[in-house]
């Protein structure tokens, strides 16, 4: 019932990735509308992919930014200018983009600094760069950026039929076989069974969809990649796209 201990907690679950059990505390109407409450639940919601809460609480919890130590303010400027990024706010995810290129910066913040602003190159219509970007992420050795960068890179693929659907597959097939238990996996997933269903290997895509069911069901990824498979299952036999399904 202590506010300062009830933000303490919800910042201690944050820190240690247990995202959901901070914004569970992050909740409580003695500590919700607090500025230090919003920036815990800015990092929280954007690790959880809730862009929309993370860009709004972001707006409000800029206001604490100043009470807490360097690398727990630099968490936060990452958060606040990818749910800015997702949500179409491009000048203010710069704006705290620029915030982390002035400050003192390792080879993991450079390569998550590269994966956003190939976002804001590709929102800007400027594919090049944000491939450049994406290249240059590979080369940092940092694992979980390269992984994601993997991923951008297939996606932009897809998005621009810029390689064969069967190359793709391949591609994020290797990746989610080399890369579990996240985020990153269920968005894997969710774009291996778009492709799949592009290619009408039906039972491939509601295999993937089970995947991700056992990894979170209840994350938003999940939730949109169950939707867009039920359109898929009911086009298989309303809509005259049998797929060569055989009948039994």
Do not use: C
């Not at 391949?170 to 799949?196: F, H, K, M, P, Q």
């Amino acid at each position: 019932a202590d506010p300062d201990l009830a933000i303490l907690k919800a910042a201690a679950d944050v820190l240690l990735d247990r995202h959901e059990a901070g914004l569970e505390t992050l909740r409580q109407p003695n500590i919700s509308n607090t500025s230090e409450a919003e920036f815990w639940r800015t990092i929280a919601a954007a690790n959880r992919s809730q862009w929309a809460d993370a860009a709004a609480a972001a707006a409000r919890g800029r206001r604490a930014l100043l009470g807490f130590p360097l690398e727990v303010q630099k968490r936060f400027h990452f958060a606040a200018a990818e749910a800015a990024s997702e949500t179409g706010s491009h000048a203010i995810a710069a704006e705290a983009l620029s915030v982390i290129a002035a400050g003192r910066t390792t080879a993991e913040d450079r390569a998550n600094y590269f994966l956003l602003r190939s976002k804001l190159a590709d929102a800007a219509g400027r594919r090049g760069d944000a491939v450049t970007a994406l290249e240059y992420v590979l080369r940092t050795g940092h694992a979980p950026a390269i992984a994601r960068a993997r991923l951008e890179l297939a996606q932009l693929d897809y998005r621009d039929n810029a390689a064969p659907p069967g190359e793709l597959i391949e591609r994020l097939e290797t990746l989610a076989a080399a890369w579990r238990g996240d985020d990153l996996e269920l968005r894997v997933r969710r774009t291996l069974g778009r492709l799949y269903v592009q290619q009408s290997e039906h039972r491939e895509a509601f295999e993937t969809l089970n995947a991700a069911m056992a990894l979170d069901s209840e994350a938003p990824i999940t939730r949109s990649m169950y939707a867009e498979m039920q359109d898929a299952f009911a086009s298989i036999f309303s809509g005259g796209r049998d797929g060569g399904l055989q009948p039994l």
